[in-house]
């Protein structure tokens, strides 16, 4: 097992020395974790009930900000009811399924927000898929509807032969639509004309909204393949809006700038729950933009922010600026800010605290820096435990008597949740998922865990530090990345024969990038090979993130007995020119093709002179 320095680890003096910072949340913390678990199974809960009462209490009080955009509580609330009273009146029912193919605009959140009312289930489509997989993300849920906006027009349009004839398709123009409503193209219903009649005041339906009611698919890259839609309730909702949002201890003075995809749950969840636990403002943009990020901060007043790693990297990469410390940004929520990182960043944009948290959208254990700690994921309300676990075989490791083994203090592990009425497995759209994610006895017979998949090290008194992924997904550009899905499509170029997808690291940045091994078709040589075709094909065929940054060509790809590929070998060979013998290509910044990697660009990487 894997030691921790003792800097690393959290001692009982430490935690004496964070009580007086925390003092001035608990009102507001005892509040949050009221709301989160004393309920009923039949006492109204969710995304609506708690947008509805801050509505009530800050109608006037800006809720979102976006471009030139400033909608209220008030008026976010009731564009909400009139979708929610179209769908109604359309014979839309608590369960039913409505697709969402949206930009960060305020039409999703206006949408998402209506169907939570209503009890539907908003299927939060990833924006950067296409083709097959956008195709296979829509049908797998069965959506009564999809509402596309006009950005997404020309992604859509390929595949629309594919649906379902009953599927009933809504548009909203790329403009503000409650001014400019614009005309749908044929075969689509203009949604923002659909509502134009409908009443603003709230649903009734809010009231019949429980903890296991669906509330949204989040799409998530499993091991086996194509995306996954993992199911968010409303309880789950709430037991976040009770924790995290509390946590972050916002109020309507505040401003949270968070320019992350919203069909992740770091942002349509964690995010916005903080917002709407403190009667603050969200401010978002379409797509992140390093340039734009402190001048979107000055613009918006923003106090908070919400994050994903990468950025923290993209941030630091950029030039130093006057604007680097001219706001009044002092704390930040999300997840993957790395250790290597972590106290620059605070340094250099002068952010007091980092509510670094940890969760899956499957998942049923959560951590949360409540106490600010460096370098941490934070404590965990929830049950869980950290287990050894053997990376070759890829299984906890259990004792003589079949169950598994907590690891120590200082140690990393295997993170698994306990599962039980409060922190339950609400599992994948398909049930076969599901059973590969849990672990049967493993302290006793007839208990039931969790599988995380992730490694994480044991910091003592219940906090942790999150160390790496494990097993055919990883992460890059804040995506998870399935291997099969990209085997897959490499396997269907007539160039490839064979392929094995794994994550390799590069230093100074966040997750791993893709790798492939792969074997060229028969009588093809690496000299025929037409480099920049086959990358403009995975670009076409695949997202951006997903795209292999490194491709090495061998003449065969060893397997085991069993005929796996041994992937572990792979991955700590990575591109390392002294451990491959074969021929390695590699996409750099900005480049549009694959080229040979040398012992310059090689050592170029190593010395982070290329931003990945």
Request: aromatic residues 10%.
């Amino acid at each position: 097992m894997m030691k921790a320095s003792s800097t690393d680890t959290i001692e009982f003096s430490d935690l004496l020395q964070k009580i007086p910072s925390v003092l001035p949340k608990l009102p507001h913390i005892l509040s949050g974790l009221k709301q989160a678990y004393l309920r009923s199974s039949k006492t109204p809960t969710g995304l609506a009930v708690a947008f509805e009462k801050t509505a009530q209490y800050h109608s006037e009080r800006p809720a979102l900000f976006f471009e030139q955009q400033q909608l209220s509580y008030k008026e976010l609330n009731q564009w909400a009811n009139q979708i929610g009273h179209y769908f109604l009146a359309q014979g839309v029912q608590k369960g039913d399924v409505i697709a969402i193919m949206l930009s960060n605009r305020p039409e999703f959140f206006a949408c998402v927000l209506a169907l939570a009312k209503i009890g539907a289930i908003a299927a939060l489509l990833n924006t950067a898929q296409s083709g097959q997989v956008l195709s296979h993300s829509i049908r797998l849920v069965q959506p009564k509807a999809l509402i596309v906006g006009a950005e997404y027009d020309t992604v859509i349009q390929p595949i629309q032969h594919e649906f379902d004839e009953t599927l009933r398709c809504y548009w909203f123009a790329d403009t503000e639509t409650r001014k400019e409503q614009g005309t749908a193209p044929q075969g689509y219903l203009n949604l923002a004309q659909c509502i134009d009649c409908f009443p603003e005041f709230n649903t009734t339906t809010t009231k019949h909204v429980y903890a296991k009611d669906g509330l949204f698919y989040i799409y998530t890259s499993g091991t086996t393949g194509l995306p996954k839609a993992v199911i968010f309730n409303h309880g789950r909702w709430t037991l976040a809006y009770g924790t995290y949002g509390h946590m972050l201890n916002l109020n309507e003075q505040d401003v949270l700038y968070a320019p992350l995809p919203m069909y992740h749950a770091t942002g349509i969840v964690v995010c916005w729950c903080g917002v709407i636990a403190g009667g603050a403002a969200l401010a978002t943009r379409r797509k992140y933009s390093t340039s734009q990020f402190w001048l979107d901060v000055q613009k918006f007043n923003v106090s908070a922010l919400g994050y994903v790693g990468e950025i923290c990297r993209y941030l630091l990469d950029a030039p130093a600026s006057s604007q680097d410390q001219q706001h009044r940004v002092s704390k930040m929520i999300g997840n993957g800010l790395r250790p290597n990182i972590w106290h620059d960043f605070k340094q250099r944009f002068a952010v007091d605290e980092i509510l670094e948290m940890y969760a899956s959208s499957e998942g049923n254990v959560g951590f949360s820096n409540l106490l600010n700690f460096d370098n941490t994921v934070g404590l965990s309300p929830t049950p869980f435990a950290i287990v050894q676990y053997d990376q070759e075989k890829n299984r906890p490791i259990r004792n003589d008597q079949g169950f598994c083994q907590k690891v120590k203090k200082g140690e990393v592990g295997l993170l698994i949740g306990k599962i039980t009425r409060r922190s339950p497995f609400d599992g994948y759209s398909d049930a076969a998922k599901n059973q590969s994610a849990l672990l049967q006895d493993v302290f006793k017979q007839g208990d039931a865990y969790f599988n995380s998949g992730d490694l994480v090290r044991n910091l003592g008194f219940r906090h942790a530090q999150f160390i790496d992924r494990l097993g055919d997904t990883f992460r890059w550009k804040g995506e998870n990345v399935s291997t099969a899905e990209v085997e897959n499509v490499l396997m269907q170029q007539t160039e490839i024969a064979e392929a094995v997808v794994y994550g390799v690291e590069i230093p100074q940045t966040n997750g791993r990038a893709g790798m492939a091994s792969i074997t060229l078709a028969q009588g093809l040589s690496l000299e025929q090979l037409n480099l920049a075709e086959l990358w403009k094909k995975l670009q076409q065929a695949l997202p951006a993130y997903a795209v292999p940054v490194f491709l090495r060509i061998q003449q065969q790809l060893e397997t085991t007995s069993t005929f796996k590929y041994p992937k572990n070998n792979l991955k700590h060979q990575g591109f390392d020119l002294e451990q491959c013998h074969e021929p390695i290509v590699v996409t750099l910044p900005q480049s549009q093709t694959y080229t040979p990697l040398t012992a310059e660009i090689f050592a170029n990487i190593q010395q982070y002179h290329y931003r990945f």
